[in-house]
């Protein structure tokens, strides 16, 4: 029905996450479709993202610059190292632009299902960097590994002199008590501050 | 004496299946089948299908339904190995008819759900419909090993606190981490802490749910409906008893200490030795003051019922929603007292039972307070024929 290179297309489109092969075909004709104002600048913005981006050897964001832009911005706070899952979560925070600090990108979680162990992660150069902040705090999801993955960090940390926090669980803002879950409302409550 | 069926169909049936469709489900390639508020009768031969049509109706509930089965298990068997199926009901709830349609959808490895036409998340099923089974297989839950009686518990639990199906999973997972890190030779002593820090507080959360579960049902058992014995439920298990003794947060600290002293232990036994994982349900019958397990069959079918019933008082106090009740051959090991007692309660309730059964003449004493439908070979036929009639 298509050619090669449109199966190719199709075939390597449909592996990008959120696309089925349906949604990759229909993807791939919006784009033959669209040649020249699309099709080809996204050829270009591929090959030259592919060329130049890589992972910062500091924290291990993904920039085109050695350091990356946060570790060599000299506005940042050193003191303060937010530790991460992976540069989804890194740009997560960095949307609220409510933190100034370093960043750690940890790559990954601990999984012993997964073969995933600390030196996978680099947990060791973790702790080297952590020597140079006042504070760490754990941003790992709430899930299991998440939450393994932060107790490991803080017990490696732990002794070291720098604070260890992680971020709160709890009522999301705007949140009804009502529509929550039974384990957030337990969680907010463990966490719940003096005001 | 005749009731009129709509009279049936009064406001106080609080949750009914009206409308059950099956796509290439099990033995059916499909099947329509239109029902009113009424107890549902099934009758057929062994095989003809009734069972099928009970699974189909656990599928409307988080979860793998009554034969804990996989996606490509429930699929038609003559279809290829990952066939979509699909059960649809339209549903009369609380707030008026619902549609629930759920399946596997081509290629999918996970079970599709939707609610009122939109996609939806299966623990979303759990505030518009929610069911009780008791299967054959179940007769022998006091005499078979704990893992059964544990599975019965967790869902009674779960009927009764939704957080627990999570604590359950998040538990397990970490329990599965640890034991994979001391069989490879006990890794990072830090990452041994920290997932047994994560059983420690899910392991707690269970205990506590269980416990507060527990005590419901077994003040709901405690007195005998007609025939129907009173039971005492109680839970063997360390971290249920820590709990119980000192408060959950109590249980966590125990529990987390004595996962750390078990790791030599744990190692060589390749699982964990202790936590919420190995607990029992221990039901004695309470009029013989005997374990359940040491009672006839009979007997322990009616304990069962007991708990059963009782289950579904306290899902209605809970959440003001009576669950349906599916119930497989429920009529084998119940003597005619005792099966007249059991559609007796059965046309009270709040919700739509659906019951299968070899035999006609063991429903006769529904007369006209039930419908009744005849399946043969996968195919379903309402019979308008009742059993009364030809047996007075």
């Known amino acids: ?195 | 004496m005749t009731t009129d069926p709509e009279d049936a169909q009064d406001a106080s049936r609080r949750l009914a299946v009206r409308r059950l469709t099956l796509t290439d489900f099990r033995c059916y390639p499909f099947l329509r089948l239109e029902a009113d508020p009424r107890p549902v009768v099934l009758t057929g031969a062994n095989g003809a299908g009734k069972t099928n049509l009970l699974e189909a109706l656990s599928f409307l509930t988080p979860g793998r339904g009554m034969r804990r089965a996989t996606l490509s298990e429930v699929a038609r068997r003559e279809a290829q190995d990952g066939a979509p199926w699909a059960v649809a009901a339209v549903l009369d709830g609380p707030g008026g008819p619902v549609e629930i349609g759920t399946g596997r959808e081509p290629g999918s490895e996970r079970r599709t759900v939707r609610i009122g036409g939109s996609p939806a998340k299966a623990r979303e099923l759990d505030g518009i419909a929610s069911a009780l089974w008791l299967t054959p297989a179940m007769d022998r839950l006091f005499t078979e090993g704990a893992g059964g009686r544990r599975r019965f518990l967790d869902r009674l639990v779960f009927g009764q606190d939704h957080g627990h199906a999570a604590a359950a999973a998040a538990y397990e997972h970490a329990m599965r981490e640890r034991t994979r890190l001391l069989k490879a030779g006990g890794g990072d002593a830090a990452w041994l802490t920290a997932l047994e820090d994560a059983m420690a507080r899910h392991g707690a959360t269970m205990a506590a749910a269980r416990n507060a579960a527990v005590a419901r049902l077994d003040a709901a058992c405690a007195e005998a409906v007609g025939p129907f014995p009173a039971a005492r439920l109680a839970l063997a298990g360390e971290v249920e008893g820590w709990t119980a003794e000192g408060g959950a947060a109590a249980a966590e600290d125990r529990l987390r200490a004595a996962l750390f002293r078990a790791r030599a232990r744990d190692e060589a036994a390749g699982a964990a030795t202790i936590g919420p994982h190995r607990t029992d349900l221990a039901v004695r019958h309470a009029g013989r003051d005997l374990p359940a397990g040491q009672c006839s069959t009979g007997e322990q079918k009616a304990v069962l019922v007991s708990i059963v019933l009782a289950q579904a008082r306290v899902r209605t106090a809970l959440s003001g929603l009576a669950p349906l009740l599916l119930l497989d051959e429920v009529a084998a090991h119940l003597d005619a007292t005792r099966r007249a007692a059991l559609y007796d309660v059965l046309s009270g309730l709040n919700a739509q039972s659906w019951m299968t059964g070899t035999d006609e003449r063991t429903f006769e004493s529904f007369g006209e307070r039930a419908q009744y439908f005849r399946v043969e070979s996968a195919t379903v036929v309402k019979n308008d024929f009742l059993p009364t009639d030809e047996h007075r």
């Open chain 1, 1 to 195: 029905m298509v050619g090669p290179e449109l199966e190719r297309l199709i075939q390597v489109l449909s592996r990008l996450p959120g696309l089925g092969p349906r949604s990759a075909r229909r993807a791939a004709l919006h784009l033959i479709e669209r040649k020249d104002v699309l099709m080809r600048p996204l050829a270009e913005a591929l090959a030259s993202a592919a060329d130049s981006v890589r992972r910062c050897p500091v924290c291990g964001n993904f920039d085109s610059v050695e350091p990356c832009a946060i570790c060599s911005d000299p506005r940042r706070d050193d003191g303060l190292l937010c530790v991460v899952a992976d540069v989804g979560s890194l740009w997560a925070m960095e949307r609220t632009g409510a933190y100034a600090g370093r960043y750690h990108v940890l790559g990954g979680l601990l999984s012993a299902l997964d073969g995933v162990g600390p030196e996978d992660l680099g947990i060791a150069r973790l702790v080297t960097r952590a020597a140079a902040a006042r504070e760490v705090i754990l941003a790992t999801p709430a899930t299991v590994e998440g939450q393994t993955t932060a107790h490991y960090i803080a017990d490696r940390l732990a002794g070291t002199g720098v604070a260890v926090s992680g971020l709160a669980h709890g009522v999301p803002v705007g949140g009804e008590l009502d529509y929550l879950d039974d384990g957030t409302i337990s969680a907010a409550l463990r966490a719940r501050r003096s005001l």
